[in-house]
């Protein structure tokens, strides 16, 4: 693994804009960046990244086995009590998954180490899927990279074919989102796009004119029921909105499905840990409060359990003791875990994360971001990859 600087191509904007990527650039600062790009072989992906994102994978969905039969661990993950039995009905009823994002930790070098599970509403799909791979085929041609390079990148292809296996008849379908978050429009506009591939009919719903009807089914802004929909929304906020009273009741077909609540919570790292001590793609992590933790010593990471893009995570005991600077967005209220420190790789002053992504049970391709900081935030950069032949 090794990060390359490159020359932008002069029209990246023009081209970006074209295919709908039209947030490259977040609060004046670009969010795509092609003047560098990570160079990984074969074997760093075929050997470490992609059976780490299958192992994990498992034991996530083992410990979401034994969570919905928990009531303790449900309490532990903050799972509000009144929906505990709906989160529970939705796993036993295998209501499936479209897809996820694990993020690692990786030098190239050491095993992959896994930072948190993006399970629920990860973004930075679209660019993972889309024009990372049209800036991989356009450096081919031009000349800039071998010939014989590749990407392990098949998550547009698998995200299409995940819309078919999971509505087989086709059918409609809701997709809902923020409708005035750029990034989370565009990001399910995508979604859809690769539904209607799939042969299904999308309809976009903003999160905030769903409404519930006399009989408590939910419904959209012009009165259609939702029977299936895909939400950029978490499951941590719905299960605490006023219309979760609906939830259980409402016959809605989601996805992410509500047992993603389980796994959308870095409480899932202290429990993996626990029941896989040592596993060489975890790192060590507890509770705050667990006096366990002690085996941390003096420096390690306090993650909020729902937190998003880095906000209220905070490093602990620096070089002289001190806490560095956090991005505060109020995260916190429901608790905290305590984490290893394991910083990302400095690759010429930047350091990247590795997003590991998942479509139904199956690691399909990854995307990198990277920070000057080591906690990865929302304003990282998105920075393209490629296998060397």
Same mark, same amino acid.
């Given at each position: ?9 002069? /029209? ?38 992609? %059976? ?12 979401? /086995? ?66 990372? *791979?049209? *800036? ?6 031009? !000349? ?23 509505? %087989? ?32 009919? %999308? ?13 408590? &089914? ?8 939702? &029977? ?8 941590? &906020? ?12 409402? &016959? ?14 870095? !409480? ?74 394991? %910083?990302?790789?400095?690759?010429? !002053? ?14 399909? !391709? ?24």
């Amino acid at each position: 693994m090794r990060r390359l600087t490159l020359t932008p191509r002069a /029209d990246w904007r023009e081209k970006a804009d074209a295919v709908g990527f039209i947030f490259h650039h977040m609060e004046g600062q670009a969010y795509w960046d092609e003047s560098a790009a990570y160079a990984f072989t074969l074997a760093e992906i075929e050997n470490d990244l992609e %059976p780490a994102a299958a192992d994990i994978h498992e034991l996530c969905l083992d410990l979401v /086995d034994e969570a919905v039969g928990s009531d303790a661990l449900m309490h532990r993950l903050a799972i509000p009590a009144e929906h505990r039995d709906f989160v529970a009905a939705a796993w036993r009823a295998k209501s499936p998954s479209l897809y996820g994002r694990f993020d690692f930790g990786y030098d190239g070098v050491s095993k992959p180490k896994l930072y948190e599970y993006n399970a629920d509403t990860p973004t930075s799909v679209f660019e993972a899927a889309t024009f990372q *791979w049209l *800036w991989l085929e356009e450096l081919i041609a031009s !000349g800039a990279l071998p010939a014989n390079s590749d990407q392990f990148n098949s998550l547009f292809e698998a995200l299409r074919d995940r819309f078919t296996a999971l509505f %087989p008849t086709g059918g409609f379908v809701h997709f809902a989102s923020d409708a005035d978050a750029v990034e989370d429009r565009q990001t399910v506009r995508f979604l859809e796009d690769l539904a209607a591939q799939a042969g299904l009919e %999308p309809k976009f719903v903003a999160m905030d004119a769903i409404g519930a009807n006399a009989e408590g &089914q939910f419904v959209d802004q012009d009165g259609y029921l939702l &029977q299936a929909a895909f939400k950029l929304y978490p499951w941590e &906020q719905m299960l605490r909105e006023p219309y979760a009273v609906h939830l259980a009741t409402a &016959q809605v077909r989601w996805l992410e499905p509500a047992w993603k609540s389980i796994l959308s919570n870095k !409480g899932i790292l202290p429990l993996l840990w626990e029941r896989h001590r040592g596993h060489p793609n975890l790192l060590e992590a507890y509770f705050e409060g667990d006096p366990a933790a002690s085996a941390l010593g003096g420096r390690y990471v306090r993650k909020p359990l729902f937190s998003r893009e880095g906000a209220n995570i905070e490093i602990v005991g620096g070089p002289d003791g001190e806490r560095e600077p956090i991005l505060d967005q109020g995260y916190g209220a429901e608790g905290a875990i305590l984490q290893a420190y394991a %910083p990302p790789p400095n690759f010429d !002053g930047q350091r990247p994360v590795v997003g590991a992504w998942m479509v139904g049970n199956e690691p399909v !391709g990854i995307g990198m971001r990277e920070d000057d900081s080591v906690v990865t935030k929302n304003l990282a950069r998105f920075v393209p990859h490629f296998i060397e032949g």
